[in-house]
């Protein structure tokens, strides 16, 4: 099935839920789209709440709906009518009145139901063959915190019941990684009630958090990048220049001090541009590459949080480059090759789409042009598929859009190479060019985007089986008795001093066997067994979370393979000990 046509499947399953919901609730329904992966529907049930307990009263309802074949028919009403017939439902009576602006609009029966919509629809409910309610929610009537409270639930369908059972399947092995549950489990991080959105990392879950950014930071010395150190809150006359302000404020947390107006920083590009013009600059200079991991405020709805994936407080490997027209193509060339670099040490694949002038753009149409030739000459160079999402791009500049799959074959957009003539002309950025001033071009840059969010990503895609590099529990060692105890400290402090994780049990009440169990299931990569051989030789028998046995190393060695790991970041150093 085509994204198109599931779309398409999707919207109307949404108005086989909506039946539903009117039949068992009678609340006010609102609005019901389908999304990403399957669909929901918004309804208002004044001071009521839905409980997962209803859900499968409702998944009976609607094998009802699909016996009868109902048709979708479209119906072709004017906006009076349309008034009269919703008016005990306030919600629907606002969207007639606010988004619809021509005598007549279009609306879709099925059953008893009718609802506001533009369509298309299946012929009728029988082509659903396989339906299931997923999960509930609360939310704000079209996001607003200041709104009414409303009731949302969600639900997923298919034109076959073997797609159903396949997607369930799919679903218990995206629970078993659910980054929350390992997150819990592993002792990576965990989120508190006094500060939502914002998360607590553990020493371990630490680990993983400065590794990541330390590869980062690394690649950056390689690739001519500088770090830069910017401030957390700004006055919002700074906003207010960048346009952010009067777009975005709602999404800031601000705050008043001495009479004036200030915010946390929701992003880093508007600090940046103050660093470019602190002081006059030459064409010799460009390209300026700036890089900050400052940390980041987002006022989400507290509704919208969830896990690492949806924070109010993150970092972001957040780069800025500016440079001149001319050398927009290397520069992309020069992201591309990194944001490679770093999926491939990850073990992701991942798509490439530009996107270029929509209708509302800033600037020139020329500029535009010669700025997309580049962004499709650095595609072409780069040697990579890519595609084409016309009318796509954002009204600052056309962008190259990557999407990563990762282990259970998700998509995620976590990248971002953006092209910004808007910023220079806000902030009225000039460089030398040896005649004249010239106005400098800025690419947004991310190749993490959210830490958070990629933490995330890894440890879904992982299953909590981190690579050596990145691991939070790199070694253990085991002793065979306890008079082996004392030679297992050794072990684990020569490791740990050589810079690498390295533990020992010493639990007295744990066999040796259920040691090695029990830190296999912990996942440790490696496990040192040591006993009265080993104390002798200086020396311990190497074995793997998968049980693989590699036999005996002594320390040194052991730790020269460890360098090698770490330089070489593979994904399976276990198998390749």
């Known amino acids: 099935m085509c994204a198109l046509a599931q779309q398409v499947f999707w919207h109307s399953s949404a108005h086989m839920l909506g039946e539903a919901m009117e039949r068992v609730y009678g609340g006010c329904l609102c609005y019901g789209p389908p999304i990403e992966s399957g669909f929901y529907y918004d309804m208002f049930y004044d001071g009521k709440s839905v409980s997962s307990e209803d859900f499968s009263c409702l998944d009976s309802v609607v094998k009802g709906i699909m016996k009868e074949k109902q048709p979708f028919e479209r119906l072709e009403m004017r906006k009076e009518d349309l008034l009269e017939m919703f008016k005990y439902n306030p919600f629907k009576l606002r969207i007639l009145q606010e988004k619809v602006t021509t005598p007549t609009t279009t609306a879709y029966r099925c059953g008893p139901l009718i609802d506001l ?12 063959k396989a339906f299931v309610v997923t999960k509930n929610s609360s939310t704000y009537w079209e996001g607003k915190a200041e709104a009414e409270s409303l009731q949302r639930i969600y639900g997923i369908s298919f034109p076959d019941a073997k797609q159903l059972k396949e997607w369930q399947k799919f679903q218990e092995e995206a629970a078993k990684r659910d980054h929350r549950k390992i997150g819990r489990e592993q002792e990576l991080f965990f989120f508190h009630e006094l500060s939502p959105g914002s998360c607590f990392f553990l020493p371990r879950g630490a680990h993983i958090y400065n590794t990541v950014m ?71 200079e460009l390209p300026i590459r700036m890089a900050d991991f400052g940390v980041l405020h987002r006022n989400e709805l507290s509704g919208a949080l969830s896990g690492l994936t949806r924070v109010r407080r993150f970092q972001q490997d957040d780069g800025h480059i500016f440079c001149t027209q001319d050398q927009i193509k290397e520069e992309i060339r020069g992201c591309l090759n990194f944001l490679k670099k770093v999926y491939a040490t990850f073990g992701y694949s991942f798509t490439l789409f530009l996107s270029t002038r929509p209708d509302k753009y800033l600037g020139e149409v020329h500029v535009w042009e010669d700025a997309e030739k580049q962004l499709e000459e650095s595609l072409d160079a780069f040697g990579w598929p ?41 902030f009225n950025l000039q460089y030398d060019s040896g005649e004249e ?35 939070p529990r790199q070694s253990i060692v085991v002793p065979v008795g306890p008079q082996f105890d004392e030679y297992a400290q050794t072990v684990a402090k020569q490791v740990h001093d050589a810079g690498f994780l390295c533990e020992a049990d010493l639990d007295l ?59 070489e970041k593979s994904l399976h150093s276990e198998e390749n000990f």
């Not at 080993?534 to 730790?559: C, F, L, M, Q």
Request: proline letters at 6%; aromatic letters at 12%; a positive charge.
């Open 117 to 128: 919509c533009r369509g298309p629809h299946v012929r009728h409910t029988g082509k659903v």
């Open 386 to 426: 890519w595609k084409l999402n016309p009318g796509d791009g954002a009204f600052y500049g056309p962008k190259i859009d990557i999407t990563i799959m990762d282990a259970l074959k998700r998509p995620h957009q976590c990248a971002t190479i953006q092209l910004d003539f808007q910023l220079p002309e806000r």
């Open 214 to 284: 330390n590869f980062i930071k690394a690649e950056y010395w390689e690739r001519g990048f500088q770090e830069v150190i910017t401030p957390n809150i700004y006055n919002s006359k700074l906003w207010e220049m960048s346009g952010h302000w009067q777009h975005y404020s709602e999404h800031m947390f601000s705050f008043e001090v001495e009479k004036e107006r200030f915010a946390l920083k929701p992003m880093n590009c508007p600090g940046h541009c103050l660093m470019f013009d602190h002081r006059p600059r030459s064409w010799r």
């Open 437 to 471: 001033k010239k106005r400098p071009v800025i690419i947004h840059r991310a190749i993490l985007g959210s830490v958070e969010r990629m933490i995330a990503i890894l440890t879904e895609s992982y299953g909590g089986k981190w690579p050596f590099w990145l691991s």
């Open 509 to 567: 009440g744990t066999t040796m066997n259920k040691k090695i169990r029990n830190a296999q299931l912990a996942q440790y990569n490696f496990i040192f067994v040591v006993g009265e051989k080993e104390k002798t030789n200086h020396s311990a028998n190497v074995r793997t979370r998968d049980n693989k046995v590699h036999g005996e190393y002594s320390i040194p060695d052991i730790i020269n393979k460890f360098s090698v790991m770490t330089q």
